[in-house]
């Protein structure tokens, strides 16, 4: 797994999507293909592409055409309308000639990441649009778009990415189950905000910043399962196999859940106070 951390072989060309009409960014692989896959990505609550530069730029450094949507950045942006723009940063490049102009995306193969609150974006706008092919929740949020009630109409294959001790293990955790298509759900020691990439000083006052150990170990996953759908690459079947484990990560199936759900209650059991166990045996005669 080690490699996929690291940059691909491909040097990239970035740019805007103004050209467009849509606020955003765009990475292109410098390679000889006509075609490439095309992978959107979506941004966490405030946040917009220039905290994911690194990580956009590696994407697009294995073959992918990378676009990210700047939408929905604001305090109170309306997620309704983000999950239309992470739409919209899709339709911008179909018809574009890209990087040295001889590149363009191949429709047949579209994939969707978020991160955060992103992550349900990428997952509502699954539901919605039949031809994605792959999908990438990366420590996925509640959002009011209703994820969760969305993914059960979603038929790509997805991988999701959560943490030891998240206080968002739940939503990941039914994304999973409720989960149309192929689904695997990997659990790995990471920050959640860990992906932004930003000022380490923000940490101290709560706000997100950036992680190294997180921002590799979630490339190397993605970068791995994408490969695996959009580029059809067989020595990377494994990122996409619910029933492979991957050193470092923790696959989160049902016999999981339930092992977690059981000991979970057998610890309440045990923190229960005597005289509470005596009563409740004293109500039930």
């Known amino acids: 797994m080690g ?9 990239i060309d970035f740019g805007d999507l103004g050209f467009a009409g849509v606020p955003g960014k765009v990475y292109v692989p410098r390679m ?9 990505f979506a941004h966490d609550w405030t946040k917009s ?15 992918f055409i990378v676009v990210a949507t700047d939408s929905g950045s604001g305090f ?17 490049v179909f018809n574009a000639d890209l990087g040295s102009g001889n590149l363009r995306p191949d429709t047949g193969r579209i994939g969707v990441m978020g991160h955060g609150l992103g992550a349900g974006a990428a997952t509502v706008l699954a539901s919605y649009r039949t031809d994605i092919s792959a999908v990438v929740a990366a420590f996925p ?21 959560s943490a030891d001790g998240s206080e968002d293990a739940a939503e990941a955790m039914w994304l999973g189950q409720t989960w149309n298509g192929e689904c695997v759900h990997r659990r790995v020691k990471a920050e959640e905000g860990g992906l932004v990439e930003g000022n380490p000083l923000l940490r101290g006052v709560g706000l997100a910043s950036g992680d190294h150990k997180t921002q590799v170990l979630v490339r190397r996953l993605a970068t791995g399962f994408l490969l695996s759908e959009l580029a059809g690459d067989a020595e990377y079947a494994a ?23 059981e000991d979970a209650l057998a610890k309440e059991a045990k923190e229960v106070p005597m005289w509470q166990t005596v009563a409740r045996a004293a109500i039930k005669r």
């Open 49 to 63: 592409s220039k905290h994911y530069q690194d990580t956009l730029k590696h994407f697009a450094s294995w073959g």
């Open 3 to 11: 490699p996929l951390g690291r940059r691909g072989r491909f040097d």
């Open 239 to 261: 990122f996409s196999d619910p029933e492979t484990e991957i050193p470092g990560t923790t696959l989160v199936d049902g016999k999981l859940i339930q092992k977690e759900e």
């Open 141 to 161: 949020k509640p959002v009011a778009a209703g994820a969760v009630g969305r993914s059960s109409l979603v038929s790509a294959p997805g991988l999701i990415i």
């Open 76 to 92: 109170f942006a309306k997620q309704a309308s983000y999950v239309d723009a992470l739409s919209d940063s899709i339709e911008a």
């Open 32 to 40: 000889d293909a006509r075609r490439a896959p095309l992978l959107a």
